[in-house]
């Protein structure tokens, strides 16, 4: 009701019903209006919402993409580098290798050698032992054998020589110059080194190959090979 119309009914003194009047005719926004913008807002808001979820988890998507991509590229370039340091790394430790294994070589033989040596220099009967057997190893026929050995060891080997080869014709030297088990024997035009040594050194070569030839205390071939 307007304020006209409450005027007038106060100065007839009569009052009348409120009529709602018809849509359309008021100055005001009606219900309906009103209802309308509402919901109208209300799905703009959520339009603008779902917009904004959406540009979201394409943001995201787009960056976990390059993310990746470059999480892939930074590891295939550590993977090259690894691998180039690996090979690197791997050209001097074959080089290391190959020292340590000769120097564990090396060493082993001289254990040997010591141990061989000893055992000679307490038991004579291995000395006798390695005499024989290098004379076995001359030409058939040698009859003028010398056999250079230390002093403290000539008499034993001299005296158990004389019971199983009285058949060969050799001499036993009296060699200062060489250690308690070390053995020469000279049978013109042959030699052999029957030391604790050159034995070893000769087992090393058959075992190891032919890079030891050239050390020293290897046993020398008979010389009788190459004039035949």
């Avoid at 564990?104 to 254990?111: I, M, P, T």
């Avoid at 004579?124 to 002093?151: K, T, W």
């Amino acid at each position: 009701m307007s304020s006209s119309d409450m005027d007038e009914q106060k100065q007839s003194g009569q009052s009348r019903p409120w009529v709602l009047p018809p849509l359309g005719q008021v100055d005001s926004p009606s219900a309906a209006e009103f209802v309308r913008s509402t919901f109208e807002t209300s799905g703009a808001t959520a339009d603008a919402a779902a917009l904004r979820e959406a540009a979201r988890q394409e943001g995201y998507r787009q960056g976990y993409d390059e993310g990746m991509a470059r999480a892939l590229a930074e590891s295939e370039q550590l993977q090259r580098e690894l691998a180039d340091t690996l090979d690197f790394l791997r050209q001097p430790a074959a080089r290391i290798d190959a020292r340590v294994e000769h120097e564990l070589v090396e060493l082993a033989l001289a254990v040997a050698k010591a141990i061989l040596r000893r055992e000679v220099s307490v038991d004579p009967n291995h000395l006798i032992g390695m005499i024989r057997g290098a004379i076995e190893q001359l030409p058939p026929g040698e009859r003028d054998i010398q056999i250079h050995l230390h002093p403290e060891a000539a008499g034993v080997v001299e005296k158990t020589l004389k019971q199983y080869d009285r058949d060969r014709s050799w001499k036993i030297v009296r060699d200062p110059a060489l250690g308690r088990g070390d053995c020469r024997i000279h049978a013109d035009p042959s030699y052999i080194d029957a030391s604790p040594a050159a034995l070893v050194d000769q087992l090393a070569v058959e075992l190891l190959g032919g890079n030891r030839k050239s050390d020293p205390g290897l046993a020398v071939a008979e010389e009788s090979n190459d004039a035949n």
